[in-house]
T-cell receptor
Framework: SQQGEEDPQALSIQEGENATMNCSYK?????LQWYRQNSGRGLVHLIL?????REKHSGRLRVTLDTSKKSSSLLITASRAADTASYFC??????????FGDGTTLTVKP | NAGVMQNPRHLVRRRGQEARLRCSPM?????VYWYRQLPEEGLKFMVY????????ESGMPKERFSAEFPKEGPSILRIQQVVRGDSAAYFC?????????????FGSGTRLTVV
């Protein structure tokens, strides 16, 4: 089963609203990353949060990490149509590779 | 500083042919990871290589798939005798050390279509 699982699978909001996506995982991690993928394109790294961090900000992005619940959330504030994409979380363990979830597809309507 | 370069961007192969996918990591990165993505799904880990060494190939199918990262030149993912089920996007990522130290840098992928 997946190490990282995103929730919801799909999210549709109006421009200007906030979008929240959640990620749950199963085993202990070194860090957790969030990526964005536009349709037919590669993945773009958004933000990495380490296991000893609880919250991180980058522009309109806010990521939280709760290691006791093995979960993370990605908040995009004041969304724009250009934020329409799939968002993936990935967890990094001591094994050196990251494990990805199946993603949340975000649609931001103008 | 060029990012991770993958080629070709699109590859069409007939069933039974061989597919060779290339990945040149970012300058200074010696760790390469290959992932496969089926439509509407996330990335599935295939193999992790460091120069001239396979570190983890736990995600590679046992048959027909192989990967290498020679001392000189790009990393190669090779699929022999391709079947329709091999159609997918194959992404390569690189990092300067083991793991996503600051997040992986991904290439734009190779989209393989088997006809």
């Amino acid at each position: 089963s997946q190490q990282g699982e995103e929730d919801p699978q799909a999210l549709s909001i109006q421009e200007g609203e906030n979008a929240t996506m959640n990620c749950s995982y199963k085993t202990s991690i070194n860090n957790l990353q969030w990526y964005r993928q536009n349709s037919g394109r590669g993945l773009v790294h958004l933000i990495l949060i380490r296991s000893n961090e609880r919250e991180k900000h980058s522009g309109r992005l806010r990521v939280t990490l709760d290691t006791s619940k093995k979960s993370s959330s990605l908040l995009i504030t004041a969304s724009r149509a250009a934020d329409t994409a799939s968002y993936f979380c990935a967890t990094d363990t001591n094994a050196g590779k990251s494990t990805f979830g199946d993603g949340t597809t975000l649609t931001v309507k103008p | 500083n060029a990012g991770v370069m993958q080629n070709p961007r699109h590859l069409v192969r007939r069933r039974g042919q061989e597919a060779r996918l290339r990945c040149s990591p970012m300058k200074g990165h010696s760790h390469v990871y290959w992932y496969r993505q089926l439509p509407e799904e996330g990335l599935k880990f295939m193999v992790y290589l460091q120069k001239e060494n396979i570190i983890d190939e736990s995600g590679m199918p046992k048959e027909r798939f192989s990967a290498e990262f020679p001392k000189e030149g790009p990393s190669i993912l090779r699929i022999q005798q391709v079947v329709r089920g091999d159609s997918a996007a194959y992404f390569c990522a690189s990092s300067p050390g083991q793991g996503a130290l600051e997040g992986y840098t991904f290439g734009s992928g190779t989209r393989l279509t088997v006809v």
